[in-house]
């Protein structure tokens, strides 16, 4: 099993940063990749960004240039580097990781980008 926390969400004004943080724990050496998908109201829960225990880094196109996943090993910490945020940003943001085809969750973690 592994256990995901989220933190770092809260309220920011448009063009301002958050970072958020996902710590892991459990039997983390099983995930092939951690990542980021978020939930606004009434939306699917959409893909952020990802990276894989090689490092490879994906993003949505939306967040491509204003988002920066990374990761710290020692830490068994993936964090989110949020800039120029925009209103449509806001979500739930959820850490996900990876094994195989079995996903597991965070909690989620809210932000809101006021206009």
């Known amino acids: 099993q592994v256990q995901l926390v989220e933190s770092g969400g809260g309220l920011v004004q448009a063009g301002g940063s958050l970072r958020l943080s996902c710590a892991a724990s459990?039997?983390?050496?099983?995930?092939?990749?951690m990542g980021w998908y978020r939930q606004a109201p009434g939306k699917q829960r959409e893909f952020v960004a990802s990276?894989?225990?090689?490092?490879?880094?994906n993003y949505a196109d939306s967040v491509k240039g204003r988002f920066i996943i990374s990761r710290d090993n020692a830490k068994n910490t993936v964090y989110l580097q949020m800039n120029s945020l925009k209103p449509e940003d806001t979500a739930v943001y959820y850490c996900?990781?990876?094994?195989?085809?079995?996903?597991?969750w965070g909690q989620g973690t809210q932000v809101t980008v006021s206009s």
């Open positions: 459990g039997n983390i050496l099983r995930l092939n990749a």
């Open positions: 990276i894989t225990s090689g490092g490879s880094t």
């Open positions: 996900y990781g990876r094994d195989g085809s079995t996903y597991y």
